[in-house]
């Protein structure tokens, strides 16, 4: 009779197992463990199930964190898309940059990175080029306002020299040809 709950509880025990239903298998382990407790099996039976749930447990760890890292990274993508259209480019560069080191698998960020350096190359290129016609302009402007006033105090070489260097500087222009 006891060698028959035994088996009954083993049996039990090891359909539970099976269908993962570990609750139910472990009490039906520890039945048969106490029916006749100089048996091993269901002592490693016990085990298994142990090592499953810290597995189980281990696993939903591992989602979680999957989980919250996936949300994290979409976060800093939406953050680091609001930036670049709004022009923000070093603040988009940054949480694009964040973004690749939590998936540095991914490629998306790499391009978006890349994307933002052209872009501020482009600008860093147009700024300067801004600031050299600035520049000559302000030479150009300089050199008229010294020539006429030389020509105002009737300074002709004064006058010649600076409509020259203002030619020279913009060679399209009409004025200064005209006034030497």
Do not use: C
């Amino acid at each position: 009779e006891k060698q028959q709950k035994y088996q009954a509880a083993i049996a039990a025990a090891d359909v539970a197992f099976n269908a993962a239903r570990y609750d139910d298998a472990e009490a039906k382990y520890n039945e048969a463990g106490a029916l006749k407790p100089e048996e091993k099996y269901p002592k490693d039976q016990l085990a298994a199930i142990a090592r499953k749930r810290e597995e189980l447990a281990a696993k939903a760890e591992e989602e979680r964190k999957a989980k919250e890292l996936d949300e994290q990274y979409k976060a800093l993508l939406a953050q680091a898309m609001q930036a670049f259209t709004g022009d923000k480019l070093d603040e988009a560069l940054a949480k694009y940059t964040e973004a690749g080191n939590l998936k540095p698998k991914e490629q998306y960020p790499k391009d978006q990175i890349a994307l933002i350096n052209k872009k501020k190359e482009e600008l860093a290129k147009k700024a300067e080029e801004d600031r050299k016609a600035k520049e000559l302009q302000e030479k150009y402007d300089g050199a008229i306002a010294a020539a006429d006033a030389a020509l105002g105090k009737e300074e002709w070489e004064a006058a010649t020299a600076k409509y020259t260097e203002a030619s020279g500087l913009k060679p399209g222009e009409k004025y200064p040809k005209d006034q030497l």
